[in-house]
C-alpha cells in the first residue's frame, strides 16, 4: 500500500491546484464526529496509510505531515516509513499543534479547504482563529477534495436498526424526550439539533451496526417542540418500526435531506446544538434567520448516568465477559505450554470466539489489542496478518479487550504471564497495579471531577519515576460506546471541562507504563460510581469494580505491595472466584482457582 500514498498524495495537490487551495487538511471524522468512522469517511487513512484512530494529515504543495499522539507514536512511524508523510508528534513541548503549523506557514491571501462534514463549529473556529492570528489565511469549509480523488470510496453501510433489548434505560422514549425537552426549555431552545449518534441511539432506544465496533447507525435528529425527525436511510427501517416511531412523535426523512431539512428550520427558531459534536456542513445550512443556542447536548450527560437496572444487567454482563476471559486465556496459555504456534492474532480470535459463545453477545467493542514484550509498548497497537509477533513462554503479553453485549459494553486490560519474567517487567506490573488498586479504593467529595482524581493513580508510577501518556479513565456506554462522555479521569487541561462524577456513571480505571524496545504495562477495570457515606463533611462518593477477571499475580513483584493492597488484591480475586465459578466447567474452573489463590499478607 504505501507504493500507493505518494501518488495519492499528488493527486490530492494536483486538486488544490485546480481549486486554488494552498493546503488541504484531513481530519479522522464523519458528519457524526465519531471516533470509529465508517469506511465511507476514512479518507485520512487512505492517503496516508495510517490506521490509528486519531491523526490529521495535513498537506500543501511541498508538503505532507500526520499529527497524532503518544498512543500511536511508534505505530505511525511504522506505517508513515517510506511514504513521503512526515509524522508531527502531538502535545510535545516545542512543537507547534496542527492548527499553529497551518497559521504560521499560510499567508493572507492563501487558503485551507477542509471538508465540511469532518469539522466540528468548535473546531472551525479554533482553526479560523489560529489563521487570524497568523497571518490571515482563509478557510473553506464547502470543499472536499479527498472525495474527489477517492474513486474507491465505500459506499455508505445499510444495516437493519433495530429496537433496543433490555431497553431498562430511566423511562420510555417518550419520557425521555420529555426530559429533553424539559433541558431545551431551560436554555431557551425551540428545537435541538443531535449529530451524535451514540446519543441518537440512547434518545430512541434503537441500536445499528453502521460503525464497527459501536452498536449505531448513520442518522441525525432533529427534535422540535412537539415532534422529531430522524434523518436516516428510511431502508434501514421495517414497517413495524417506522409505526412505533410515529407514535412516539417520530418522523422519518432521509438521511440524503439533512442540509434541506436544515433549510427548513422555521424564521425565529431557537437551535440547540453542542459546537463539538456538530459539523459546519449543518450549521451553514440553517437559514441566518434562527437563533444558535450552543451547549453541550442534554442526553450526553443524562446516558452517563446508568439506572438501577442498567447496572444489574451490567453486572450479569460482567460475569459472562469473565467466564469467557478466563475460557480463552487458558486455552491460549496450554496452546503456548504444548509448544503450539500461537501469534498475537490467535490471541484475539480466541477470545472473540469465546466470547460469540456467552448468552447476548454482539460483537467486540473494538479491536482486541494484543501486545507481546516490545508491541504492549504502542498503547493502541494492532496485529495484522503482515506484522504481529509470536507469543513465547516468558515475558508479558498485555491484552486490551472487550465485548458488546445487550446488557451492557465491556472494556478490560490484563498482564499475563506465561512463563519465566524480569525483575523489571514483575517491578512495572506491580507499579501500576499500585495505581489502579488506589484510584480503585478511592472516596472522594460529592461533586469532584476525574481531572481531580486522575494523579492518584499516577501517584506511585511517578514516585519510582515513571508516567503514561494516556488518560487514566473514560466513560463506558450501555451497549454503547466503548467511549463515552461526558466524564473522564486524565490530567487537568488548560480550559478543560470538569466534569462532577455522580453515582451511576461508569469509567475504565487503567493506568499504565510504557518502555518502547521492551514492554508495556496496562491494568484496567471498569468501575461504577456509587454513594459511600455522608459525614459533618458533606456526601462522599467511591468506586465498586465491575470487571471481573483474575489479575495474573505471576507477572507481579508481590515485595512492592502494603498489605492493604494485598487485601484488595485478595477480596477482589475472591469476589471473582466466586461469580465466575458456577459458569465454567472443572478444568476451566480449577485454572481460575489458582490464578485466583490469595497472596500472603
Keep these: ?97 496542527y492548527e499553529q503549523w497551518l497559521a504560521g506557514h499560510l499567508q493572507q491571501d492563501q487558503t485551507l479547504a477542509v471538508a465540511g462534514d469532518t469539522l466540528s463549529l468548535a473546531a472551525a473556529r479554533r482553526l479560523r482563529g ?36 433490555n431497553d431498562c434505560q430511566q423511562g420510555s422514549r417518550q419520557q425521555r424526550l420529555q426530559r429533553i425537552r424539559k433541558s431545551m426549555r431551560k436554555l431557551g431552545a425551540s428545537h435541538h439539533l443531535v449529530s451524535s449518534l451514540d446519543d441518537i441511539a440512547w434518545i430512541t432506544g434503537l441500536r445499528g451496526s453502521d460503525v464497527e465496533y459501536n452498536p449505531v447507525f448513520l442518522s441525525h435528529l432533529l427534535i422540535e417542540p412537539d415532534r422529531c425527525v430522524l434523518l436516516i436511510d428510511p431502508d434501514k427501517l421495517d414497517a413495524a418500526l417506522v409505526s412505533q416511531l410515529q407514535a412516539d ?71 459472562e465477559d469473565g467466564a469467557a476471559l478466563v475460557q480463552g486465556v487458558h486455552a491460549i496459555e496450554r496452546r503456548i505450554a504444548s509448544g503450539e504456534t500461537t501469534s498475537e492474532i490467535d490471541v484475539a480470535d480466541i477470545l472473540r470466539a469465546c466470547r460469540a459463545r456467552r448468552p447476548h453477545f454482539m460483537g467486540e467493542s473494538f479491536g482486541t489489542i494484543a501486545g507481546y514484550m516490545a508491541n504492549g509498548a504502542m498503547p493502541h497497537y494492532h496485529a495484522t496478518p503482515e506484522q504481529h509477533a509470536l507469543i513465547r513462554a516468558e515475558g508479558l503479553l498485555l491484552v486490551d479487550s ?15 504471564a506465561f512463563g519465566p519474567t524480569t525483575d523489571e517487567q514483575r517491578r512495572d506490573c506491580a507499579l501500576v497495579l499500585k495505581g489502579m488498586i488506589a484510584l480503585s479504593r478511592a472516596r472522594f467529595p460529592a461533586g469532584s471531577s476525574g481531572p481531580q482524581l486522575d494523579a492518584l493513580a499516577r501517584a506511585p508510577i511517578w514516585a519510582a519515576g515513571g508516567d503514561y501518556g494516556h488518560g487514566t479513565g473514560h466513560g463506558v456506554g450501555y451497549f454503547l460506546n466503548v467511549h463515552e462522555g461526558p466524564h473522564g479521569i486524565r490530567p487537568p487541561a488548560p480550559g478543560g471541562a470538569l466534569v462532577a462524577l455522580e453515582p451511576g456513571m461508569i469509567s475504565s480505571i487503567e493506568p499504565g507504563l510504557y518502555k518502547p524496545g521492551r514492554h508495556g504495562v496496562r491494568h484496567e477495570n471498569l468501575a461504577v460510581v456509587i454513594e459511600c457515606e455522608e459525614t459533618e463533611f458533606g456526601r462522599f462518593l467511591g468506586f465498586e469494580t465491575l470487571t471481573l477477571c ?17 487485601d484488595w488484591l485478595n477480596e477482589y480475586h475472591a469476589q471473582v472466584c466466586e461469580a465466575l465459578s458456577p459458569l465454567l466447567d472443572e478444568a476451566d474452573r480449577t485454572w481460575l482457582e489458582l490464578r485466583c489463590a490469595p497472596v500472603q499478607p
Excluded at 487570524?132 to 453501510?157: C, K, M, N
Excluded at 483474575?550 to 494485598?566: C, F, G, S, V, Y
Aim: glycine share 8%; with cysteine.
Design 550 to 566: 483474575p489479575i495474573d499475580t505471576r507477572a507481579l513483584d508481590l515485595d512492592l505491595l502494603d498489605a492493604n493492597e494485598r
Design 130 to 165: 489560529e489563521l487570524e492570528r497568523g497571518h490571515g489565511a482563509r478557510l473553506r469549509t464547502d470543499l472536499d477534495l479527498p472525495g474527489g480523488i477517492w474513486t474507491s470510496r465505500p459506499v455508505l453501510p445499510r444495516a437493519k436498526v433495530h429496537p433496543q433489548a
Design 402 to 416: 472487550g465485548g458488546q453485549y445487550q446488557g451492557g459494553t465491556t472494556d478490560i486490560t490484563r498482564m499475563w
Design 1 to 97: 500500500m504505501k507504493s500507493s500514498i505518494p501518488s495519492r498524495i499528488d493527486a490530492l495537490q494536483q486538486s488544490m491546484r485546480k481549486y486554488q487551495v494552498d493546503a488541504c487538511l484531513v481530519a479522522s471524522a464523519d458528519p457524526h464526529l465519531s471516533e470509529y468512522l465508517p469506511g465511507h469517511w476514512q479518507a485520512r487513512q487512505w492517503l496516508s496509510g495510517f490506521d490509528g484512530s486519531a491523526g490529521t494529515l495535513v498537506v500543501t504543495a511541498d508538503f505532507a505531515g500526520l499529527w497524532t499522539d503518544s498512543r500511536y507514536f511508534e505505530q505511525a512511524e511504522q506505517q508513515l516509513h517510506g511514504s513521503g508523510i512526515q509524522l508531527m508528534r502531538l502535545r510535545i513541548p516545542h512543537t507547534a499543534e
Design 249 to 319: 412523535g417520530i418522523g422519518v426523512r432521509d438521511y440524503t435531506e439533512t442540509s434541506s431539512a436544515m433549510h427548513e428550520v422555521p424564521t425565529g427558531a431557537h437551535v440547540l446544538l453542542d459546537p463539538s459534536r456538530v459539523v459546519m456542513e449543518i450549521v451553514d445550512a440553517l437559514p441566518e434567520t434562527v437563533k444558535r443556542i450552543e451547549h453541550a447536548n442534554p442526553s450526553t450527560a443524562m446516558k452517563a448516568i446508568k439506572s438501577d437496572a442498567e447496572i444489574e444487567h451490567i453486572r450479569a454482563t460482567m460475569r
